[in-house]
């Protein structure tokens, strides 16, 4: 690749992590940019070459990063049990500090979940990676995040290819974070008063976080959110995050109920993962400790299994080993019903990790309703990257409305990458669909077709939406419509949005419009917000505009009555 126009695409990501979504999104931009050259791990780089060398020249070349993040990304450890991220030579590491120190321009993707990066889990030359804004892909909306992701692509590209010049990450980028203090000769270093400032609006922020964080009354609420809260000031301020640490600590110590108790001491451990691992550790060690106390075999079961699923992310050693021995001790309770009940809560922990271990699970439940639930969240998971398993479950659930919200799902999963199967599965879903007799459950699957054609056909989808005789049901299907036409056809989607009665459903499409317009029409989508009261959607608003106009972003979180909300809006504005 050295000597390529700088309109190349780099594809950096951890196989361990991340490979399914790797391999199909490099398919889909060869596809979509056959112009484009598309790098990505070992495949491009011939044997004898310096891997260095290769990668630098790579980057110089690509005119956009795109850096997918799952849920071990910044934790996976080598056989020596070091995290691989704090290695000179690890891979990641060196393609994403590479193209932050030559300004090309990197997209963050967060992948099924996965959390947004801090600056404290991350070495020095890697920080502005977790100022910068992040998309999500899931496998649930597979089609329209991969397509808001190759948009935003595609602009990078155009506008290379009209300037010339490689775009820049974000305006916080034009700061190289070294451990020198040297500043590269083509870049600028930051305005201190920009640095002040931001410094000043993280401190103010974070200030008023904790005070509602301490508001709250609730045990268990109040120290999971000083526990948050803490993470977030620990980079800006270590002394206080460590005594909201230790508040949060003795507060979940204080919890009467053992299982939240031990809920609580995994949450504040999973919070303290990045700043202080050996704190985590012991929280980890003491919510596994009550766990195992437990006589019931239901609860012991369900508290290892809710353990692992907060630490699965943090902690996947601990995780794996906790949800096995959950699995053991459910499969030994002699009440078939509670058994199922317990090995239900546990394959939703593992289905993102461990899907043949799920899929075995779930066949061997007697219960239907349990099985075709648990089935459908197994192919849901696996669509993107394994369609065939994913459609071998799909067909195997007896259940008709749960059978066609699968095939929607493996549809919309394949839209980009497969059409014609694609749509041979939705029409097969909309013929079952238009099969079943009872009305509410009709609605039902009629409404998860259309949600999963949204983004790649959306007058399909209208035209099935429009269908739906149940109103919730037919509002719901209109506002996934409307979210994935934001972008492109934000007139429509307002338009779309103004349609709606059901104001769960508008308030849901209005947040949609205006987070994908907050980067792009900041001014619209204020306007658009004033007419949302829900705290949930405004947060998601303040999260789109946190990187790029903080000011409007903390005037809209100062906005928000709800006090979870509101606090989770400041986070967001802190941290970025």
Same mark, same amino acid.
């Given at each position: 690749m050295p000597g390529s126009s700088a309109r190349g695409i780099f594809l950096s990501y951890r196989r361990e992590d991340a490979a399914p979504y790797a391999r199909l999104l490099q398919f889909q931009l060869r596809e979509r940019f056959p112009d484009a050259p598309v790098f990505i791990d070992l495949d491009s780089i011939e044997p004898g070459l310096d891997f260095a060398v290769v990668i630098r020249e790579a980057v110089e070349s690509c005119a956009v990063l795109v850096a997918l993040i799952g849920r071990q990304w910044a934790t996976l450890a080598d056989e020596e049990g070091r995290r691989r991220l704090d290695k000179p030579d690890d891979y990641v590491r060196f393609e994403v500090r590479a193209a932050l120190d030559r300004g090309v321009r990197v997209i963050p993707v967060l992948l099924d979940g996965a959390r947004p990066l801090r600056p404290q889990q991350l070495p020095s030359e890697l920080q502005m990676l977790a100022r910068l804004n992040a998309l999500e892909l899931s496998s649930g909306r597979y089609g329209y995040d991969a397509g808001r992701l190759f948009n935003i692509i595609q602009r990078v590209l155009d506008e290379a290819s009209r300037t010339g010049a490689?775009?820049?990450?974000?305006?916080?980028?034009?700061?190289?974070?070294?451990?020198?203090?040297?500043?590269?000769?083509?870049?600028?270093p930051e305005e201190p008063g920009a640095i002040r400032k931001d410094q000043a609006r993280a401190t103010r922020v974070l200030t008023h976080a904790v005070r509602i964080a301490q508001s709250f009354t609730d045990e268990e609420t109040k120290a999971r959110l000083l526990a948050r809260t803490a993470g977030a000031l620990a980079a800006t301020d270590p002394d206080r995050a460590a005594r909201l640490s230790a508040d949060a600590e003795r507060i979940a110590q204080s919890i009467t109920n053992e299982f939240s108790k031990a809920r609580v001491l995994a949450s504040i451990a999973r919070a303290l993962a990045a700043t202080d691992p050996d704190g985590a550790a012991r929280l980890s060690a003491d919510a596994e400790r009550i766990a195992q106390s437990f006589t019931d075999k239901r609860w012991k079961a369900r508290a290892l299994a809710e353990i692992a699923r907060i630490l699965a992310a943090t902690d996947p050693h601990r995780a794996a080993r906790l949800t096995a021995g959950a699995e053991r001790i459910a499969q030994s309770i002699a009440d078939e019903n509670l058994k199922e009940e317990t090995l239900y809560l546990i394959v939703s922990t593992v289905v993102a990790t461990d899907p043949d271990g799920a899929e075995w699970i779930a066949q061997s439940f007697t219960e239907e309703f349990a099985k075709n639930k648990t089935l459908y969240e197994i192919v849901s998971t696996v669509a993107a990257a394994d369609p065939d398993r994913a459609e071998r479950i799909a067909q195997s659930i007896s259940d008709e409305e749960t059978?066609?919200?699968?095939l929607a799902s493996i549809a919309g999963a394949l839209a980009a990458t497969d059409p014609d199967r694609a749509a041979r599965l939705s029409?097969?879903?909309?013929?079952?669909?238009?099969?079943?007799?009872?009305?509410?459950?009709?609605?039902r699957a009629l409404a998860s077709i259309a949600e999963a054609l949204a983004a790649t056909d959306p007058d399909r989808a209208d035209r099935i939406a429009e269908s739906i005789t149940d109103k919730k049901s037919r509002a719901r299907a209109l506002a996934s419509i409307a979210g994935a036409l934001a972008a492109t056809d934000p007139d429509r989607a307002e338009r779309i949005a103004q349609s709606i009665t059901d104001n769960e459903s508008k308030t849901r499409a209005r947040a949609? #419009?205006?987070?994908?317009?907050?980067?792009?029409?900041?001014?619209?989508?204020?306007? #658009?917000?004033? $007419? #949302?009261?829900?705290?949930?959607?405004?947060? $998601?608003?303040?999260?789109?505009l946190a990187a790029t106009d903080p000011d409007r972003a903390e005037r809209i979180a100062q906005s928000i009555t709800s006090k979870w909300w509101q606090l989770s809006a400041l986070l967001m504005i802190a941290e970025a």
């Amino acid at each position: 690749m050295p000597g390529s126009s700088a309109r190349g695409i780099f594809l950096s990501y951890r196989r361990e992590d991340a490979a399914p979504y790797a391999r199909l999104l490099q398919f889909q931009l060869r596809e979509r940019f056959p112009d484009a050259p598309v790098f990505i791990d070992l495949d491009s780089i011939e044997p004898g070459l310096d891997f260095a060398v290769v990668i630098r020249e790579a980057v110089e070349s690509c005119a956009v990063l795109v850096a997918l993040i799952g849920r071990q990304w910044a934790t996976l450890a080598d056989e020596e049990g070091r995290r691989r991220l704090d290695k000179p030579d690890d891979y990641v590491r060196f393609e994403v500090r590479a193209a932050l120190d030559r300004g090309v321009r990197v997209i963050p993707v967060l992948l099924d979940g996965a959390r947004p990066l801090r600056p404290q889990q991350l070495p020095s030359e890697l920080q502005m990676l977790a100022r910068l804004n992040a998309l999500e892909l899931s496998s649930g909306r597979y089609g329209y995040d991969a397509g808001r992701l190759f948009n935003i692509i595609q602009r990078v590209l155009d506008e290379a290819s009209r300037t010339g010049a490689v775009h820049q990450s974000a305006p916080a980028a034009d700061v190289d974070v070294r451990t020198d203090g040297n500043v590269p000769d083509h870049v600028a270093p930051e305005e201190p008063g920009a640095i002040r400032k931001d410094q000043a609006r993280a401190t103010r922020v974070l200030t008023h976080a904790v005070r509602i964080a301490q508001s709250f009354t609730d045990e268990e609420t109040k120290a999971r959110l000083l526990a948050r809260t803490a993470g977030a000031l620990a980079a800006t301020d270590p002394d206080r995050a460590a005594r909201l640490s230790a508040d949060a600590e003795r507060i979940a110590q204080s919890i009467t109920n053992e299982f939240s108790k031990a809920r609580v001491l995994a949450s504040i451990a999973r919070a303290l993962a990045a700043t202080d691992p050996d704190g985590a550790a012991r929280l980890s060690a003491d919510a596994e400790r009550i766990a195992q106390s437990f006589t019931d075999k239901r609860w012991k079961a369900r508290a290892l299994a809710e353990i692992a699923r907060i630490l699965a992310a943090t902690d996947p050693h601990r995780a794996a080993r906790l949800t096995a021995g959950a699995e053991r001790i459910a499969q030994s309770i002699a009440d078939e019903n509670l058994k199922e009940e317990t090995l239900y809560l546990i394959v939703s922990t593992v289905v993102a990790t461990d899907p043949d271990g799920a899929e075995w699970i779930a066949q061997s439940f007697t219960e239907e309703f349990a099985k075709n639930k648990t089935l459908y969240e197994i192919v849901s998971t696996v669509a993107a990257a394994d369609p065939d398993r994913a459609e071998r479950i799909a067909q195997s659930i007896s259940d008709e409305e749960t059978e066609v919200r699968a095939l929607a799902s493996i549809a919309g999963a394949l839209a980009a990458t497969d059409p014609d199967r694609a749509a041979r599965l939705s029409a097969d879903a909309e013929r079952i669909a238009q099969s079943i007799t009872d009305k509410s459950p009709k609605a039902r699957a009629l409404a998860s077709i259309a949600e999963a054609l949204a983004a790649t056909d959306p007058d399909r989808a209208d035209r099935i939406a429009e269908s739906i005789t149940d109103k919730k049901s037919r509002a719901r299907a209109l506002a996934s419509i409307a979210g994935a036409l934001a972008a492109t056809d934000p007139d429509r989607a307002e338009r779309i949005a103004q349609s709606i009665t059901d104001n769960e459903s508008k308030t849901r499409a209005r947040a949609s #419009i205006a987070g994908a317009l907050a980067a792009t029409d900041p001014d619209r989508a204020e306007r #658009i917000i004033h $007419s #949302i009261k829900n705290g949930e959607a405004l947060a $998601s608003v303040v999260k789109a505009l946190a990187a790029t106009d903080p000011d409007r972003a903390e005037r809209i979180a100062q906005s928000i009555t709800s006090k979870w909300w509101q606090l989770s809006a400041l986070l967001m504005i802190a941290e970025a």
